[in-house]
């Protein structure tokens, strides 16, 4: 059967499932607190959908979607399941897997990363790494602050890892990686120790987007 690309009818039927998840993200509570976790390589799925968030933007007099996202921030309690599932997959030895795991833990202090695939009905605009993109991205939370990505990397063509981890990814998305600076030049946290939640804004002249994580106690 012929790949035929996300049309009117496909978009809608792709919006209906993208809105509700949208509407409940706030009632996913997650949690950026550090620490040993007792994960295996199974809890992988249940860890993804914690941290994995879909939004739209949406033109609502033809109701058709300019743009649908779904991010995944990789916060310390995702990298940890993350590794204990690559580990597991690719048959690390316990010292390669405990490196890795250093690794990626110490590298979550340094910056907040997102993974994004998103499309729209224009492949170039939606094109986040270009300096012409119809969209912006920032890091938001509720106590004001607004972050811009320091690097936002394009994943040309994702692979076997890519679709299996994030099971989101398919032909008709665009990939990224976004980073942001998990502090400010003044010393400041991007993402206030106060914030009751923070998310990822995508902005631009059709319209606008927040994809939402409400901290808690999870």
Not at 99 to 124: C, I, K, M
């Amino acid at each position: 059967m012929p790949r035929v690309p996300p049309g009117s009818i496909r978009r809608r039927a792709l919006l209906a499932l993208a809105l509700p998840a949208a509407s409940c993200a706030t009632t996913r509570r997650v949690s950026l607190s550090e620490g040993s976790r007792e994960y295996v390589s199974y809890d992988y799925d249940q860890i993804l959908q914690r941290w994995t968030r879909t939004g739209s933007v949406v033109a609502i007099a033809e109701f058709d979607d300019l743009l649908t996202v779904t991010a995944t921030f990789e916060s310390w309690d995702f990298r940890w399941a993350y590794t204990v599932r690559y580990a597991e997959d690719y048959r690390l030895t316990v010292e390669q897997r405990q490196l890795l795991l250093d690794q990626t833990l110490a590298l979550s202090r340094e910056e907040h990363r997102f993974y994004v695939a998103l499309y729209g009905p224009n492949r170039r605009w939606n094109d986040l790494s270009r300096k012409d993109s119809a969209w912006v991205v920032r890091l938001v939370d509720d106590k004001g602050n607004e972050t811009p990505a320091r690097l936002v990397k394009a994943i040309q063509r994702p692979g076997a890892l890519e679709r299996t981890y994030f099971p989101y990814t398919n032909v008709w998305r665009q990939v990224f990686h976004v980073v942001f600076p998990t502090h400010r030049e003044d010393g400041a946290p991007t993402i206030s120790r106060e914030a009751r939640w923070f998310g990822l804004r995508f902005a631009g002249a059709q319209g606008h987007s927040d994809l939402i994580w409400d901290l808690g106690a999870g």
